[in-house]
């Protein structure tokens, strides 16, 4: 393994670490405007990761056929692996299409 793909499988390690141990915390400690912030913070979180994730439809579908991973479309290996409709597959494809990760 390169240490590009070391470094990319220990990011997301720690990053699914970090979500457990955050949903494994109690809430009630924090005051009103803290939950805020932490709402805010986590919103912010939740765009990077969901372009992260166009980032990385936009590669997968530019450098391989979709046969290659036994379906007809890309919606069709999308919905079949990540659990998710035909439609919100789609949707993915789209957004990754438009926001040019398919070219980056």
Known sequence: MSSTREE???ALDAVE???RRLA???LEALTRPEK???LKRLEGLDKK?????RRLIGRLIAEADPAQFGG???AEVLSRRLRISPG???????EASSRGALSA
């Open 8 to 10: 990319i499988i220990a």
């Open 17 to 19: 670490a970090g979500q």
């Open 24 to 26: 494994a915390l109690p």
């Open 36 to 38: 805020q912030a932490l």
């Open 49 to 53: 990761m969901k372009a992260f994730d």
């Open 72 to 74: 007809a479309t890309w």
């Open 88 to 94: 919100e597959a789609r949707r993915r494809i789209a």
